[in-house]
């Protein structure tokens, strides 16, 4: 027979050894939530956590899609460019209310006149600003325009394989259309040759990319200039080239973008030349 009381200190005991179980459970809980933030918060402070945008990432479909897509799509133009003897499309990411607009410098090579026309349908001719051939970016600025939606500029360098991205621009005049994929590699050396479009062993290269981003976001002739965005609505790519095969011109899985890092720098660079050039006229 049990000592008198025994059956109730060994509920108590019981009640004790679970709480003291529970309450390890909880500060184990407790450290490694302090420890992930803190390793999350040290990876990243300008953006979601990468929890977050691991989840934004593998929820691109349907309205998340469409919610990026209506959030970028104001950003982007078509652009027309008439030379001596041909016309030819490509698209353009807005940077400033102003009417900036940064695109591919092949889109407006040796353009006579150029026209852009903004997602609500209105149109207007453009000036060029200034291009980098080497670095294949260009600036130009819409005619009599205000109020215009800038694109917001992500971080390239905070991108990794697998990221889910949309591409947005106006392939084979098509203007407002959006593709949809991942981030297929990073730093690819990409040569072009003098069209809409690229291929890596053009015997006359107008320009090589040394570090580009390669999508299977769907990119087309027209592509070029537009934006490659990221979950959060962030253009982190200029589309620039597209991969063909003898028997293809369009897309067959693998475009290229101008990582928007190196289009930023190419761009102010452009600005500085361009505000020298006017203080010496």
Known sequence: MAPPGTGAWLTVRRRVLAMIVLLAVAIAAGAGGAVGALALSGRDQSRPSPTA????SSSLNGSTTAKIAAAVQPSVVSITALTETQMSTGSGVILRSDGLIL????????ARHISVKFNAGQSTSAELVGKSRSADVALIRAVGVTGLTPARLGDSSRLAVGDAVLAVGSPLGLDGS????????LNRK???????????????PITTIPNAIQTDAAINPGNSGGALADTFGQVIG?????AT?????????????????????????IIKDAGKAHANA
């Not at 945008?53 to 934004?56: C, E, G, K, P, Q």
């Not at 959006?178 to 590699?185: K, L, N, R």
């Not at 200029?238 to 597209?242: H, P, S």
């Open 190 to 204: 990409v040569s072009e040759r003098d069209e809409d479009g690229a291929s890596t062993s053009s015997p006359k």
């Open 178 to 185: 959006v593709t949809s994929g991942i981030v297929s590699a």
């Open 53 to 56: 945008r691991d989840t934004a």
């Open 238 to 242: 200029i589309n620039t080239a597209i």
């Open 245 to 269: 095969t003898n028997n293809s011109s369009g897309s067959i899985g693998v475009g290229f973008a101008i990582p928007i890092n190196a289009a930023k720098k190419a761009a102010a660079k």
């Open 103 to 110: 695109t591919n410098a092949h889109v407006i090579a040796g």
